[in-house]
Structures are given as C-alpha cells and as structure tokens.
C-alpha cells in the first residue's frame, strides 16, 4: 500500500470508529431521529472518501501491474473494478 495512502486511510477509520460510536450514543439517549440521520449521512460521506482512497491505491498499484501483464490479469483487473462499482451483475 502507498504509505501516504495508507495513513490518510488510517486516519480516515479513526474518524469513523469516533462518528459511530457518537451514533451509538445518540440512539441510547434517544435523540431526535433527524440528528441520527444526519450523523449517519456524515458516515456515509465519510466512507466514501475512505472507499476513494482505497480505489486510488487500488489504481495505482495492483490495477497498473495487472494492466501491464495484459491477458487473464488484464481481465480480472476489470472484472474487479465492475465489481466494486457494481456493474458486473454475474
């Protein structure tokens, strides 16, 4: 894994880790569902950008290598790729 890549990812889980359990709290003290929900929308966003780093590493890395091999590695890159962004329906 990059390591600039690595770390922001890293840091990125610790955020995370803080906004769920922030959530937790929230519906144990029974807070009003329009504040949950808001924090759970920030969770999402927060996975995706978690999801972008892991892509570009991704990428960068196995993806180029893969590309470079050309045949059966070529193909499954791609299939991996539709596969994350859930366009193989196989």
């Known amino acids: 894994m990059i390591e600039d890549i690595k770390k922001r990812a890293l840091h990125r889980t610790s955020i995370l880790e803080g906004q769920l359990r922030g959530i937790a709290r929230m519906i144990e003290n029974e807070e009003y569902c329009m ?5 759970s929308r920030a969770v999402q966003r927060s996975l995706e950008s978690l999801n972008r780093l892991l892509l ?27 596969k994350a962004f859930e366009f193989d329906r196989r």
């Open 35 to 39: 504040d949950i929900i808001t924090q």
């Open 56 to 82: 570009e590493n991704h990428l960068r890395t196995h993806v180029t290598s893969m590309f470079e091999q050309g045949g059966d590695e070529r193909e499954q890159a791609v299939g991996e790729l539709l």
